[in-house]
């Protein structure tokens, strides 16, 4: 994932998890070249949680 700069208010966040990386080329999760493939199947998002997968979003916070 590339880095990403943002200015948020206070408590206006959200953080999403998806298969889509709009506006770049869609994936249809088939493993066919995207360029000729006519289906799609539904991708599955996994965030662990346990201790022995934890998941983290860093985020930087500066002051501004």
């Known amino acids: ?3 990403r700069v ?3 208010r206070e408590g206006h966040i959200r953080v ?3 298969a ?3 506006p770049r080329p ?9 360029q000729y ?6 991708a599955h998002q996994r965030v662990f949680h346990d201790p022995e997968r934890q998941s983290r ?3 930087t916070v500066v002051d501004g």
């Open 1 to 3: 994932m590339q880095a």
């Open 6 to 8: 943002m200015t948020f």
């Open 16 to 18: 999403e998890v998806t």
């Open 20 to 22: 889509s990386s709009f």
């Open 26 to 34: 869609r994936n249809p999760s088939t493993n066919e070249d995207t």
């Open 37 to 42: 493939s006519s289906r799609g199947e539904v």
């Open 57 to 59: 979003i860093a985020l």
